[in-house]
């Protein structure tokens, strides 16, 4: 009996032991398969499958102008494989000619016969990653989900259309293109440049991971996403499209006309500081001219006539003359060995400073040379008053540093106040002759320049850029008073009077400077080149846009009211004009008006507008979201039948409440026009997939 139990014991340890053992065996073939990638215990290492996380790259946010119109955006491509592999026979023997015949439909470069040709080969090679078209848009992708064995998904139809390329487009080509500027990332480090590198912490968003296997010998997407990634915000700009277009619309044809090496034109905001409009053109190689290069940040060059203003300004503010002095313009004014002249040989004779200022004589040079020339370095300490001499310190990079002579210098000579009086051995961008211009139409304050106003992810706002004022006050008011005078009186009937116009009145100052011709230096008459510029602000009594024009080395003509000026004067028409601020209601004091058109939208907020304007509204004023339609006792809503994952009907709606709900659905919005939406690139009522693309007209 002993024996028997020791028997059954012995074996009952056995049984024991040799399932501890096989668990064991488990457990660590299992930790294999997980270090290794193998999916069969019994695979040596040299024959595992390899994994490993790739990124994914998120869409980047769009930069807006002022308006929410793109200016950039991000479209998505996709490259489409198939996985003939997991296609059961079955399935594949049905589908195999409505699918060939689908993509012979879509991609006619190969017809169905070749198609199936072509798959059966693949498919009889087993291959896992076939490859069926590269770079399609989501509206193909959606119609490939649709074909027959496609439509049965990645894992039962083999269709692989998880990698998403992502290329940056901008829909108004040249327009902006070097203020929007690019990132490029490099090995070492990574380029940034203009808006779009100023902000891309913000555009660039988070990264994704997924999962890619080793197929071929190249790594394809097969795993899931471990990481989802987080879109970049959208940054909104400070810039106008419709200001834009006639900026860059108008240098260009005076480039086109005089002839130049390069042009540029800012408008700002005078209260603001914000940037509504720069343009940057330069000649190309066949001689057209386009946007390669950002001179109105990144060029430094001598401001000529256009300095006179601050020479002024610092002579008023030291009481050193006052602008109803009487000086004598003789047109020749000599400094030790060097003279310059007027463009007027004869000279005006005995006149006043502010005529002086309006018919930009250079008499101006011998008044700055009278009474500075033994304490230069309180005439150089106003230029640093008025934030003349240091960067504007803007978001985007690339901005040259002013240079000014100052005594003790090398370039320093006994002549040198004088030649910086009248905007020589003084370099300045256009950007920063155009802030200081700025601060005198705007009563002395000094803004900075700013070419964004807010960050947004979705429809929140989560950065907001208020003004920023680099100097309350640059000078005292009644020197701000003089020079507005003097600024106004150069249109009225200086050098700038035939930029006059009818409907409103233009301020600012003429500039014409001879500039170095490359190697020739300033060159022999007739082979002289010069730069002319305009720089102001409108309207003259209450501003509104302070704008510069500068043109270099123009052919045609060489003086700035008639090659800068123009360009400005034409800005300003075309603003004034399509601004509301300028224009008088055409019902004003009439008392009665026709009910109006109104954009259909979200109820709750029509309905308390039209309240507000004593307009009647009928039908369902209770629901968020409405149509309307005129009628003649007043604006009846009806019911817009909002549902989850369909697109939504959007027309006739503005463009804010159309992104609300079309980014309700899952939709990244592309719009081009202003007023209301008239087509959407997506049918109402069509299955909304998240992260497609849908494309809004308005007018």
Not at 32 to 49: A, C, H, P, Q, W
Request: with cysteine; aromatic share 10%.
């Amino acid at each position: 009996m002993d024996k028997n139990n020791k028997h059954i014991v012995l074996r009952t340890y056995l049984i024991y032991f040799g399932f501890v053992a096989i668990m064991l065996t488990v457990i660590v073939k299992s930790f294999m398969i997980y270090k290794d990638g193998r999916t069969n215990l019994f695979v040596s290492s040299s024959e595992k499958i390899e994994f490993k996380t790739a990124e994914i790259i998120p869409r980047r946010g769009e930069i807006l102008d002022a308006n929410l119109s793109p200016l950039v955006t991000s479209v998505s491509f996709y490259d489409i494989y198939m996985d003939t592999k997991v296609v059961k026979e079955d399935v594949w023997r049905e589908g195999i000619e409505g699918l060939t015949q689908g993509l012979a439909q879509i991609f006619p470069e190969r017809t169905a016969r070749e198609w199936r040709e072509y798959l059966s080969r693949e498919r009889a090679r087993n291959n896992q990653y076939c490859r069926i078209q590269r770079r399609v848009t989501n509206d193909t992708r959606k119609k490939l989900r649709a074909l027959p064995i496609f439509k049965l998904g990645k894992y039962k139809g083999g269709i692989i259309d998880q990698e998403e390329i992502i290329i940056r487009q901008k829909p108004h080509e040249d327009l902006l293109k070097r203020t929007l500027g690019y990132v490029r990332y490099r090995e070492d480090d990574t380029l940034e440049v203009g808006i779009e590198g100023a902000f891309n912490e913000y555009l660039q968003g988070q990264n994704g991971e997924i999962i890619q296997q080793k197929i071929s010998n190249s790594w394809k997407t097969t795993g899931p996403i471990t990481k989802e990634t987080q879109d970049g915000a959208d940054v909104v700009t400070t810039i106008d499209k419709d200001i834009q277009e006639v900026a860059h619309t108008e240098l260009l044809r005076q480039l086109q006309t005089k002839g130049g090496k390069y042009g540029c034109a800012i408008v700002m905001d005078v209260k603001t500081g914000f940037i509504k409009a720069m343009v940057n053109l330069e000649e190309n190689r066949d001689g057209g001219y386009s946007e390669s290069y950002n001179h109105a940040i990144g060029t430094i060059e001598v401001p000529g006539s256009t300095f006179k203003l601050a020479s002024l300004m610092a002579a008023l503010e030291d009481e050193k003359i006052k602008l109803t002095d009487t000086v004598n313009a003789v047109g020749r004014y000599q400094y030790y060995d060097r003279a310059l002249n007027d463009d007027n040989k004869w000279g005006y004779g005995k006149i006043t400073i502010q005529r002086a200022f309006e018919k930009s004589s250079n008499v101006i040079s011998k008044i700055i040379f009278d009474n500075y020339r033994n304490e230069p370095e309180q005439f150089i300490s106003r230029l640093d008053q008025f934030g003349l001499t240091q960067p504007l310190g803007i978001d985007i990079a690339g901005e040259k540093a002013p240079m000014i002579n100052r005594p003790g210098t090398p370039q320093w000579w006994g002549g040198s106040i004088a030649w910086m009086s009248i905007g020589y051995e003084v370099q300045q961008t256009p950007l920063q002759t155009l802030a200081f211009y700025n601060a005198v139409a705007n009563n002395g304050k000094f803004m900075k320049p700013q070419f964004v106003s807010e960050i947004r992810q979705g429809t929140e706002v989560i950065k907001h850029y208020e003004p920023v004022v680099l100097k309350e006050k640059i000078c005292s008011q009644p020197t701000i008073d003089a020079l507005q005078k003097c600024l106004a009186g150069v249109v009225e009937h200086g050098t700038g009077r035939a930029l006059r116009k009818s409907f409103f009145k233009l301020a600012g100052k003429t500039g014409t400077a001879q500039i170095a011709n490359r190697n020739k230096g300033y060159g022999e008459i007739g082979d002289q080149k010069y730069i002319a510029s305009f720089c102001g602000y409108f309207p003259a009594e209450n501003p509104v846009y302070s704008c510069i024009v500068v043109v270099s080395a123009p052919t045609n003509d060489i003086y700035g009211a008639s090659v800068s000026g123009t360009v400005f004067a034409e800005i300003a028409d075309k603003v004034y004009s399509t601004s509301l601020q300028y224009q008088e209601a055409i019902n004003q004091g009439s008392g009665t008006f026709d009910t109006p058109i109104t954009k259909s939208g979200n109820g709750y907020e029509l309905k308390q507008v039209l309240d507000q304007l004593h307009i009647r509204t009928n039908g369902s004023t209770s629901q968020e979201w409405v149509r309307t339609f005129q009628q003649t006792n007043g604006v009846e809503f009806r019911n817009a039948e909002i549902q989850k994952s369909l697109v939504p009907k959007v027309l006739g709606m503005g463009l804010k409440d159309a992104v609300i709900l079309l980014e309700q659905a899952g939709l990244k919005v592309r719009a081009k026009g202003v007023g209301r939406v008239v087509t959407q690139s997506l049918a109402p009522g069509s299955a909304a997939v998240v992260g497609g693309i849908i494309e809004l007209e308005l007018k």
